[in-house]
Nanobody
């Protein structure tokens, strides 16, 4: 069973940057970053197939970049120009097959434990 371990969360001021990492114990083809803010549903942020980004949430386009390093078996989310509304627990997700929407939580059967990102205004 593939396991995912996230790291890199923290607290920053608005306008700052963070890079999240997700180390996978296997090689799932489809991976994504989701987030869940206080009192909100989990939502997709960015998705990737192999090493090709496939989707970004509109509110993060131009600010966030998803990437994968196969040599290190690690998925990244580079976040720039952070805003208070980006505050959330960020989760790494993975699956070997994707049949529908890459931002549908039900498409993913492997999840990390989450890492907290807090952006102060």
């Amino acid at each position: 069973q593939v396991k995912l371990v996230e790291s890199g969360g923290g607290s920053v001021q608005a306008g700052g940057s963070l890079r999240l990492s997700c180390v996978a114990s296997g090689y799932p083809l489809y991976m994504a970053w989701f987030r869940q803010g206080p009192g909100k549903e989990r939502e997709g942020v960015a998705a990737i197939r192999d090493q090709e980004p496939t989707a970004y949430r509109d509110s993060v386009k131009g600010r966030f970049t998803i990437s994968k390093d196969w040599d290190k078996n690690t998925l990244y989310l580079t976040m720039n120009s952070l805003r208070p509304e980006d505050t959330a627990i960020y989760y790494c997700a993975a699956t070997f097959t994707l049949r529908g929407d890459s931002f549908d939580v039900n498409e993913y059967n492997i999840w990390g434990q989450g890492t907290q990102v807090t952006v102060a205004s």
